[in-house]
């Protein structure tokens, strides 16, 4: 016969299939499904709370309040596909926007997208490569923003169906594209009042330029990467990498004497063809001679180049002290440039390569000049060579191209005024930002405010209401002329902002350009609108009142705004938050919103950033609804992470999710988020806490089961919906009858709702979701549930005292739903809606999402601190009972109990005495019986007794259910091993290099080890010692001679077993020797050390007798 197969395992369960008809409320009539399964419960509700119009601030609600709580998304990028940081967003918004309802106020919580000008085109031009081969120039403009149109209809509102999975409570009705014609209207209406007052301008300054995407670039676009040594890098539209990491010198001739000249470093060496000057520090006594003396370009032989002196620029120490000038692509060179009147040589066209400045280099890309610069500068031995530099390199995170300072005619915004009063706002608590420390952040930002750059050189986004004036045949003033000169431009280009015109339609540009050319022939005006489009955070900036009709006075903009919170991540704090202020105040006169909560980044477990390279980025799709690791690995693979990187990538998935990750639901998912919610603290998220998350789902879920088998036909919920609300008092005077227990988890319930309330209002969602943590798993389902049991169960029990445990239990049920409901919305309806009365009482409130949340102010009559002082005090008594009862072993028995209690001791003025909360400590304590026995008494505690002392009380467990003959060996053996332990670590702290070469740490670990372990022995030679001490002379007997049995069959076995692996051994001439010896002498050493501890055991026992 082969072996007996291992016993099959359970089968696993298999979720119910909600089939609910779209929009209508899921039916929970039927029986309630054994197992918590998130796609069910998490099926419905969301279509239906939808339909309902609930999301509306036009949605009734149980509680009421004369107050409003606005607040509009960040809105996610079109292209954009959930990640944790949306996810974390949306937990945060959903929860509070939930609570401000509950608590009766209007409530708005307005959701949008952002147009996301680069990200969005850029995904669009490679679907035209990869399926037309054209790029969006073949097509022509009007039909490459159709087919943007096209792929925002259809694949647009891809995250927002994740965010409804996630059960964001938003007012969809009221949904907004930043594209919209709507928020088209305001774009043009802020650009030309802001340009009417001077706000916006067009001026020729530096800007970060992607040579790839042909466009200037946000500093939040731009991904910093420090670079230590030399390395390569790959540059699109190079054939080769290029290397970075490293400084070049080289020398400029002097004019005059040739044989003179001076060094200077760059890391950009072909910069040196847009070279005007080389700047020394006037205090330099090395270059004195130079200062004011024409310098020789090597490759612009035209160019004229003098030295001079700037003690901004030029740090003497540095270097060789002098500084090569190159205003128009770097922004120190260009400030140097506007201190001392010199050019602005650009060098680059839009796609990166050389223009006519270069000279021959022109046509030729950035880094190939490079090379050839270094070799004809080597030609002309006036290379000094390379070595390694420490630098800090900028690529563009659209296109991975490293981004150029390029100067380009641009339109700015001056936001000296706008930040000022936005800084003013904060300062005077006007406007309030959360946690605080960000206003240091803040204050960096806008009390040195820098000019805004807002066009982009794209074709998808908000088109600039500029228009460009061209006058056929116009002479230009000397006036104009000279002021031309001094701006570095000539007049009639499109870097003359005279020549430009902000306009809200070309009627109204023409009418402009006619007021600005009084004395021009207005047949002579041609117009052209600028083809460059706003930078997306313009448009993003007046989202709080463009969302609501602005700039005409609509209902919305009358009744929602300002708005009540802004709450986002902390790393656009400058980006959008501040521009949403200035705008705001510039435009409205209004601040947007009262308080901004900023949260933090979610990194991993380890702290670190998520990265595809790292294998580290958890998708929350796969957190809630289950992943394998087959199909991670498989995402990898597929991904566009390079193939050098997936090895690294597929370690980290495989060592974190050895398993993949289960399915735990949008629920476990935002509450797991909650609990990292400490303000100031970053969210390093272990995906464990979720799945833990998921298990108190199940709590939840197996709790109300439990009690919803005795809320039967016959049970009347204890109040109204309004129970939670100031008007419970009505309600409270039901709760007659009610044990001690049932008194204290209504009071811990109080404190519940208590803690909520004050995590709510001080930010801290973490205080939230631990305080409704710790009463449904600590205090309701560990103690209350197991306390109440006998009570529902029992035969024997009083109806009026049944009565008040189930009033009781659906009290606690139905307001610890509601106080988890913010935090947890699907599974608190789906049980909300099984208890009683849901579905038949024309009073109740539909659902749970427009019912009252719990209130201190009405749970605190159910506060009884004297009863939860008695009850600490029962359970800690339990604690007493459970750790004596694991001292012996005793698992599921049950036995009586004795707790004798001092003179006078009791539980307090008014609490419940010892004897009404035996039957508690009974339960708990897994105790048949609990007696109780009075100071003086000293006959009723048998002798054969454990006991502990705890404060007045001492607890005693008999002893006479218990052998203690087996559980002496067991203590004995505990107590040997961790005697060897001790010799081990004492060992190896005793030899002579332990003192000089372990690190102190180590030391102080090994000294506390030895001083715990040693501690442990003790404990166990004590336990043992009072066992053997209340053990009959028989039993002891019996016992000794039991371990001198097992003492004789010890040394036989190792006594055979050293003569077995002695007579194995072959003589030392045999050649077979060495090997057997080797293989055998390590188990023979270790058995003749097992019978010698053997022999001795043996020999101290004959020695010694039972007693």
């Given amino acids: 016969m082969g072996k007996k197969s291992k016993k099959e395992a359970k089968p696993k369960a298999v979720a119910p299939v909600d089939k609910t008809p779209e929009g209508k409320k899921k039916d929970v009539s039927q029986a309630i499904p054994n197992e918590y399964f998130p796609s069910y419960v998490e099926a419905a509700w969301y279509q239906w709370w939808e339909k309902m119009g609930m999301f509306k601030p036009e949605a009734k609600t149980e509680a009421k309040s004369e107050e409003k709580f606005v607040m509009v998304i960040p809105p996610p990028n079109v292209t954009g596909t959930l990640h944790l940081g949306h996810t974390l967003m949306c937990a945060i918004e959903d929860a509070l926007t939930r609570w401000h309802r509950m608590n009766g106020k209007t409530t708005l919580w307005l959701p949008g997208t952002d147009h996301a000008g680069i990200a969005t085109q850029t995904v669009v031009e490679k679907k035209l490569m990869r399926e037309q081969k054209k790029t969006r120039r073949d097509l022509g403009r009007d039909k490459f923003l159709e087919e943007v149109w096209k792929w925002k209809n259809q694949s647009g509102s ?36 802001m340009y009417e007052k001077g706000l916006i301008y067009r001026k020729e300054r530096l800007v970060n330029w992607s040579c790839r995407l042909q466009t200037a670039i946000s500093q939040i676009e731009v991904d910093n990467k420090e670079v230590d040594k030399p390395t390569f890098f790959s540059v699109p539209l190079h054939d080769k990498p290029v290397e970075f990491g490293v400084i070049h010198k080289f020398r400029y001739p002097l004019k005059s004497d040739p044989s003179k000249y001076i060094i200077v470093a760059t890391t950009r060496i072909e910069t040196m063809l847009g070279d005007v000057a080389v700047a ?167 009390k040195t405010p820098q000019p805004w750059c807002i066009s982009r050189q794209l074709w998808w986004g908000h088109r600039i209401p500029a228009y460009f004036i061209t006058i056929d045949g116009y002479t230009a003033s000397k006036e104009e002329e000279e002021k031309a000169k001094q701006g570095g431009y000539e007049v009639g280009t499109d870097a003359d902002a005279n020549f430009w015109v902000a306009a809200r339609d070309e009627k109204e540009a023409m009418a402009k350009a006619i ?22 955070w313009f448009s993003s900036g007046l989202f709080p009142f463009s969302t609501m009709g602005w700039p005409d006075k609509t209902a919305d903009l009358e009744n929602y705004f300002p708005g009540s919170l802004l709450e986002t991540g902390h790393d656009i704090l400058f980006f959008w938050v501040a521009r949403m202020v200035m705008m705001s105040l510039e435009l409205t006169d209004k601040l947007p919103f009262k308080t901004v909560f900023l949260h933090a980044m979610v990194r991993d477990k380890l702290g670190r950033k998520m990265s595809k390279s790292l294998g580290n980025v958890v998708d929350p799709i796969h957190v809630m609804e289950g992943v394998s690791l087959q199909v991670l690995l498989e995402k990898i693979r597929s991904g566009n992470l390079p193939k050098s990187e997936h090895k690294k990538a597929e370690i980290a998935q495989r060592k974190d999710f050895p398993k993949g990750i289960p399915e735990c639901g949008a629920d476990a998912l935002r509450y797991g988020l909650m609990t990292y919610m400490k303000q100031g603290k970053s969210i390093n998220l272990d995906i464990n806490v979720v799945v833990n998350c998921r298990h108190f ?55 519940c709702v208590s803690e909520c309330k004050r995590g709510f209002l001080e930010w801290e969602l973490a205080t939230v979701a631990e305080a409704c943590k710790k009463f449904w798993l600590e ?38 739903l509601r106080l988890l409901h913010p935090l947890m919305p699907f599974v608190t309806e789906e049980l909300w809606q099984r208890l009683p009365g849901r579905n038949h009482d024309p009073a109740a409130c539909e659902s749970i999402m427009v019912s009252a949340y719990p209130s201190p102010e009405a749970s605190k009559r159910w506060a009884n601190e004297s009863v939860e002082k008695a009850m600490e005090e029962a359970v800690n008594l339990v604690g007493t009972i459970r750790s004596l009862r694991a001292q012996v072993n005793l698992a599921k028995q049950k036995v009586e109990v004795y707790i004798k209690r001092q003179e006078k001791a009791s539980f307090g003025e008014g609490a419940p005495t010892l004897e009404e909360l035996s039957p508690v400590i009974a339960t ?23 006991s502990e002392v705890m404060n007045q009380y001492t607890v005693a467990l008999p002893l006479h259910t218990v052998d203690l003959g087996k559980l002496s060996v067991t203590y004995e053996k505990k107590a040997d091993k961790k005697l060897a332990e001790i010799k081990d670590l004492g060992a190896k702290m005793a030899r002579p290099t332990y003192a000089t070469k372990t690190p102190q740490d180590i030391k102080d670990k090994d000294t506390a080890n030895l001083k715990q372990k040693q501690t442990e022995e003790k404990t166990l030679r004590t336990a043992l010692n009072y066992f053997l001490s209340v053990m009959s002379p028989e039993e002891r007997k019996a016992l000794h001679e039991s371990k001198i049995k097992t003492a004789e069959q010890a040394v036989k076995k190792y006594s055979d077993e050293v003569k077995k692996l002695t007579d194995s051994i072959p003589p030392k001439e045999d050649k077979t020797y060495k090997k057997v010896i080797h293989k055998v002498g390590p188990k023979l050493k270790k058995a003749e050390s097992q019978l010698r501890t053997a022999q001795e055991t043996l020999k101290r026992l004959k020695e010694t007798t039972a007693a």
Wanted: proline share 5%; aromatic share 8%; glycine share 6%.
């Fill in 158 to 193: 891809h995250i927002c169906r994740q965010l409804r999975r996630l059960g964001s409570s938003c007012d969809w009705t009221r949904e907004a594209f930043t594209m919209d014609e709507k928020l088209n209207k305001a774009v043009k209406e802020a650009f030309c009042r």
């Fill in 280 to 446: 020394v520090h006037p205090s330099d006594e090395r270059y004195k001679d130079m200062v004011g003396k024409e310098i020789q370009h090597p490759i612009i032989p035209d160019r004229k180049m003098t030295v001079i002196t700037d003690d901004v620029l030029v740090d003497p120490e540095f270097g060789t002290g002098a500084v090569k000038i190159t205003p128009a692509h770097d922004h120190n060179d260009f400030e140097c440039g506007m201190r001392h009147g010199l050019p602005c040589i650009n060098l680059l066209d839009n796609e990166g390569k050389m223009n006519e400045n270069a000279g021959k280099y022109k046509g030729m890309r950035r880094f190939v000049v490079r090379e050839k610069i270094i070799e004809e500068l080597k030609e002309k031995g006036l290379y000094e060579g390379k070595g390694e530099n420490k630098m800090v390199l900028g690529f563009c995170s659209r296109s991975g191209d490293v981004v150029e300072p390029v100067l380009r005619p641009q339109w700015w915004v001056d936001c000296d005024n706008m930040a000022k009063r936005s800084c003013d706002a904060v300062e005077s608590g006007e406007l309030q930002i959360l946690p605080a420390f960000h206003i240091k952040t803040w204050n960096a930002f806008m």
């Fill in 515 to 536: 007021e600005r050319f009084p004395k021009v022939d207005k047949t002579k005006i041609k117009l052209k609108q600028d083809e460059d489009v706003l930078d997306t």
């Fill in 697 to 751: 789902c199940n709590k939840l879920w197996q709790a109300t089961k439990f009690a919803l088998a005795f809320f039967d036909q016959g049970f009347k919920p204890p109040t109204t919906n309004a129970s939670f609300s100031p008007a419970f008092a009505d309600a409270a005077a039901e709760l007659t009858d009610t044990s001690p227990q049932d008194k204290w988890i209504l009071s811990k319930l109080h404190t």
């Fill in 779 to 816: 205090e309701f389902c560990a103690n209350y549930l197991e306390m109440v049991k006998p009570v529902l169960y029992g035969e024997s029990t009083d109806a009026k005292s049944k009565a008040a445990a189930r009033r009781t239990l659906y009290l606690c049920i139905d307001a610890g």
């Fill in 924 to 946: 708990l304590g897994s105790a048949s019986e609990i007696k109780i026995v009075e100071a003086k008494d000293t006959t009723t505690i048998p002798k054969q007794c454990l």
